[in-house]
């Protein structure tokens, strides 16, 4: 058995003193210092053993890090994946980092088969909580064929979750097929921001009227009503998607626009269209103007926004939703009652980006 800690570090040929060569490493595109280790302690162990590492969570939840999840799933018989927050409290004493346990056993062979694979939700504690964490670690089977990326490992804590992610495949187009790039064409404008707090969960019809690199804004196709993107983004269900497969330190496109939603067969367009535009307007009224100093910046004027305020339209949104995803009552009353207190309380205030 190999059980470790690897280096959280990215490779680069200018900057280390030794050189690893590209084709030794099935996970070399990775350039992680992490993945080539756990690759290697596999090479080194023989059939029915096992392997344990502590990495980076995005070591199964980003784009860049295909490779690994290959390589977790390669030569491997069965596979445990417990994943961890940073808040309220973290597994390391000052390593704010979130954090996920691989623990594979090894199965040398040449036939090709899908390993069978358990992973843990997205573990929140209490720091006085830490002493019984290991004992009560949920794992639930991942179901191969309800795998909506590559390179995303999704972190479950129900089985019926493969059933709503099987029901998200379903649907063949992801929002970005309907995006726009020219401004001209459109004014369909979505704002939004990709890191800050919790506040890039905020999904708005207008500019948030102060100066950060993580303000953005993206245009929809004429034909494509924004205020049901603002709906579809906002929704529980989106936030429930996004925690299951990327690392939630920030919000990008491809996190976004991924979401899958037929547009055309949806039934109730007017609907959503009408709770997007109200639920804008809510956010955008119990906002509060707040002076923020930054290290960099100085001081500057945020708009400090309160989503738990406009839970209930976001509820409205859900039921909507619900129809168009043949969502069980089940299904429903657990995706709007998702990581409730983390998304809409104040434990995740702090850590406002620039």
Known sequence: ??????????YSENKFSYKIIA???????????YSLVFEKAKKILHTKSRIGMIVQISSVSTPSME???????RNSNLNWLSNYATRPAYLFDG???????IISEILKSEDKYQPIIFSSNYLRWNPEYRQHLFQYIPLTKVQNDKLIFNFSIPKLKFEFENDILGKLLSQKKPISHYLEPTKSRTNQELFYRTAGGRYFKVFVDQDFGSESKSNKSKFFQSKYNVYVM????????????YTLHFDMY?????MMYGFLFNYEDCTQLSKLESLGKKLSKDLLKNAEEKLQTYSTTGERMQLIFRPSYSKHIIDEIDNVLADHYKLTA?????????????RMGKELENGEDE
């Open 67 to 73: 490779t690994m999840v290959r390589e977790i799933k």
């Open 95 to 101: 390593v704010t980092m979130n954090l996920t346990i």
């Open 250 to 254: 920030n919000c990008k496109d491809y």
């Open 330 to 342: 089940e299904e429903l009353d657990y995706i709007v009652n998702y990581d409730i207190k983390y």
């Open 23 to 33: 084709n030794t490493y099935l996970t070399y595109p990775s350039k992680n210092l």
């Open 230 to 241: 603002i709906s579809l983004l906002s929704s529980d269900i989106w936030w429930w998607y």
């Open 1 to 10: 058995m190999v059980i470790g800690n690897p280096p959280y570090v990215e």
